[in-house]
């Protein structure tokens, strides 16, 4: 896969498929307008189409080309934000909820390959939580209890079956789940359109309007119009400031090495290290070996510089636990986004038109939260009552979650600090090829790049969001906005919102 930003990593999802994806030539109305064909915008799409909705899905890339294709896949109800912490920020009725949504999120994800015939390897497998060197062994018999107590199937074993490696006493979750997310998307597409509904992928939507004539217009000029807009774009991109001062970006590593048949068992492993790490297994086609997806390394998005170190340390961790592992094949990052009481925001825009609704806040758990959002949404528009609306609500204010929220504010704010700091480079002379430093002329900062042929390209280093000043990503060859998480091509192009237009050219 050739990934955003040029450099070749090689992502084992690999693309998703989908025929008969034009670009929008004419002005369109609909009863629903959703932006993002990512697992949330998708879900959404089918289920509104399958009760007779017509449905129209804009998406600025080709489908699964955002998180989605980025995702390890782990299916879980055994949430890895712990449920005793649900229970402090939510209340025992809240955690029982959240446990309820994404147990229901993996049952439909089932009914849905089934209905629909989608081969994605989807599986039933059972999910390992076990201690991380240096961590409390006490914490399984709090998450033991909270998590009985939120009606989930768990029991404490002698341990993980990780390989050989003995992770010591671990908390079995059952009935968790595994597939190949981008099969399942490209099934889950073509279901939409087998239900009536309309796909454009290379749609790039500039404004969005609710009320009685709710529309979304795009560069090109063109509108659709609906009874409704749907914005599941990961980071709500018509939001301007309140939904992003309630989340935080952090990018997440992640590896995939080949192990002989065998070695491990089918299972979602975590451990309860901060930043945990993240293991499943995952079969490849012709009877090969079995590739060993492990994750973890997170940190905020713009405030890292050691990003290959950072997949090192993941190759290293893997080797000491599952020696049989070899190098690994298949390396890549995703961008997750951590509301401050840990769970997502699903429901009617803040501030917004009763008519306009978004998706985001995975708190990595996309996959689930991304299909919950469809179940939710879905009702919200078709005016039936839901038992975890209130729980999802974006609204939401919650005073026990107000020390995390101040931190990640705090942190939020040290993307304006280099707008008096010194630059990277003297000159784009210091610039090696296929890397972008930071200059100042004068007053201004520029975001220089390198490309392979020794050409420099000079952009506006401010973000079109807020403007924070933005950071090279070394390993993604992209430009990240450390303040909320917009991303941008070498060239400038908008690669992830909140940010709708690119960085303005300097040269």
């Not at 993996?106 to 081969?119: F, L, N, P, T, Y």
């Not at 107000?402 to 010194?422: D, H, I, N």
């Not at 430093?437 to 007053?443: E, F, K, P």
Request: hydrophobic letters at 40%; aromatic letters at 6%; glycine letters at 12%.
């Amino acid at each position: 896969m050739e990934p955003e930003g040029g450099k070749t990593l090689s992502v084992w999802a690999g693309t998703a498929e989908v025929p008969g994806r034009p670009s929008l030539a004419s002005d369109l109305t609909t009863d629903i307008c959703i932006v993002g064909a990512g697992i949330a915008g998708l879900t959404t799409a089918y289920l509104l189409a399958r009760e007779g909705r017509g449905v129209v899905v804009l998406d600025d890339g080709p489908i699964g080309g955002g998180e989605t294709g980025r995702t390890t896949a782990h299916l879980a109800s055994a949430l890895d934000d712990r449920f005793y912490h649900l229970e402090y920020l939510h209340g025992e009725v809240g955690a029982r909820l959240a446990a309820q949504s994404h147990a229901a999120a993996i049952d439909r994800i089932e009914a849905i390959v089934s209905e629909s015939g989608i081969a994605c390897d989807f599986a039933r497998v059972d999910g390992y939580l076990f201690v991380a060197d240096g961590q409390p062994a006490d914490a399984l018999d709090k998450e033991l209890d909270a998590a009985r107590r939120a009606g989930l199937p768990v029991e404490k074993v002698a341990r993980a079956p990780l390989g050989s490696f003995d992770t010591g006493p671990a908390l079995r979750f059952a009935r968790q789940g595994q597939f190949h997310p981008l099969r399942y998307l490209a099934g889950l597409a073509k279901a939409v359109l087998a239900a009536g509904g309309q796909i454009y992928s290379g749609v790039h939507v500039e404004e969005f309007e609710g009320g009685a004539r709710a529309h979304v217009k795009t560069a090109t000029g063109r509108t659709v119009a609906g009874k409704a807009v749907v914005v599941a774009t990961n980071t709500p991109v018509n939001d301007r400031v309140v939904m992003h001062t309630k989340q935080a970006p952090y990018r997440t590593y992640a590896i995939g090495l080949e192990i002989p048949p065998g070695s491990v068992e089918k299972a979602l492993f975590w451990d309860t290290a901060d930043p945990y790490h993240y293991v499943r297994l995952q079969g490849q086609a012709g009877g090969g070996p079995d590739l060993l997806i492990v994750g973890g390394e997170d940190h905020r998005t713009g405030q890292a510089d050691d990003i290959e170190e950072r997949w090192t340390r993941l190759e290293r961790w893997t080797r000491e636990r599952v020696p049989a592992a070899k190098a690994a094949t298949y390396k890549w990052s995703g961008q997750v986004l951590e509301p401050a009481d840990s769970l997502a925001f699903i429901g009617r825009n803040p501030l917004d038109k009763d008519n306009v609704f978004i998706v985001t806040g995975d708190s990595g758990q996309g996959m689930t939260h991304g299909t919950i959002a469809g179940m939710l949404l879905t009702d919200l528009i078709q005016g039936r009552a839901n038992p975890w609306a209130h729980l999802y609500d974006p609204a939401r204010r919650n005073l026990r979650a107000a020390g995390e929220f101040a931190s990640e504010l705090a942190r939020s704010q040290k993307g304006y600090a280099p707008w008096v700091t010194p630059a990277e480079v003297a000159s784009v002379d210091e610039i090696p090829a296929g890397e972008g430093r930071i200059l100042r002329h004068g007053l201004h900062k520029i975001a220089a790049y390198r490309d392979a042929m020794g050409v420099v390209l000079q952009l506006s280093a401010t973000c079109t969001h807020l403007g924070c000043i933005v950071e090279w990503n070394q390993g993604e060859k992209t430009w990240d906005c450390p303040c909320h998480g917009s991303r941008f091509a070498p060239d400038g192009h908008v690669l992830n919102g909140p940010a709708i237009t690119g960085l303005t050219r300097k040269d």
